[in-house]
């Protein structure tokens, strides 16, 4: 069996953002220790169906807040991790984090367990940008955050998030840079998505800015400070992509854990039930968490992972598309962006991707494909 990736959902969050309809919960004590002793249950029932312990090349913490639980609860979790999952030698462990939850002994509880990398969930260094998107840290906490990581010595991730209202393009450069001179070798930027069912999803707020030009500024600035833009969100110093993330561009077989996960198994998508009650339920009478289950016929996995390459700057393999779905499917996947202009796709004899122009406006290139 080739390495998997597993992704593991910790749905905990101290307080709901008003932008975000992600399944999580504040969350007791109790319920957290049930989640951690239920995680354990679900490795064990993950290890019968595959006759040994799962190998595994990349491990994902996301949520939810992965900090919401306390070092106590991350020592049970880590300690059934290491004893139901194998590791290569260079496996990659990333954990989602959020600045006013973490602390140095999650920090230190981590770097002896192997994390290889940490995505915190800054947003913004702007205090008045953090306080109307309900975030509960400041910049100088987010900073702080970044700083000790790196004493710890992990890759660290930045998040921030464009588009906000009443953020001007001086504003926005003020969060980028600050980022960049705190010293992650990684940052993801994502224009403010405002969910349906999340509590502005119903009231959306006023002055929101059409981000277009925050991004296009972010994609120069950071080439220039030598972060490249290795897929639509994310940059990277060298040798700093997330490994976990190209799984999912690149159809790699994913194990879900923890509620309201999702897996991928060759052209089978399934996920796990939605809430904590539910999951917690399953797993104590021994039952598998997966809910429910897609099989993606051929032309839908070959078009999903057209999109899912056209994420990356590698873009699509053509040999390997045509190997794995057809040249039929390829040249109508062709056919149907033949009105893109020119200058927003890159084709060589071997592949197919977005320019930096195609990127700006990927999600009107994606829905040609899909
Ligand atoms: S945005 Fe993140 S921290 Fe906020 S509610 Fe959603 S998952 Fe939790």
Redesign the pocket.
Known sequence: MDPLSVYLHVPF?S???P??A?Y?QRGTDDEKDAYVRSIEKELRWWDRQYGEKPLIHTLYVG???PTCLSVLQWQRLIESLVTHLERCLDTEISIEA?PESLSVEHMALWKDWGVTRVSL?IQSLWDDELLWLK?HHTATRALWAVDQLLKYGFNVSGDLMFGLAGQSLKKWHHSLSGLVHSGVSHLSIYQLSIEEGSVWGKMPPSGLQNGYGHYRWSQWYLEEKGFSQYEIASFAKPGCECRHNQAYWFQKNVLPLGPSAWGYNDGVRFWNVRTLAEYVDRISQDKSAVEGKECLDLEKRGREFAVLALRTSQGIDISLFTQRFGDKLFNSILSDLQNVPEDCLLMNGTSLALSRKGMRVANAIWSLII
Request: net charge positive; with cysteine.
């Open positions: 969050c307080v709901k953002c932008y975000c992600f999580s949520g939810g807040t959020n969930g975030r």
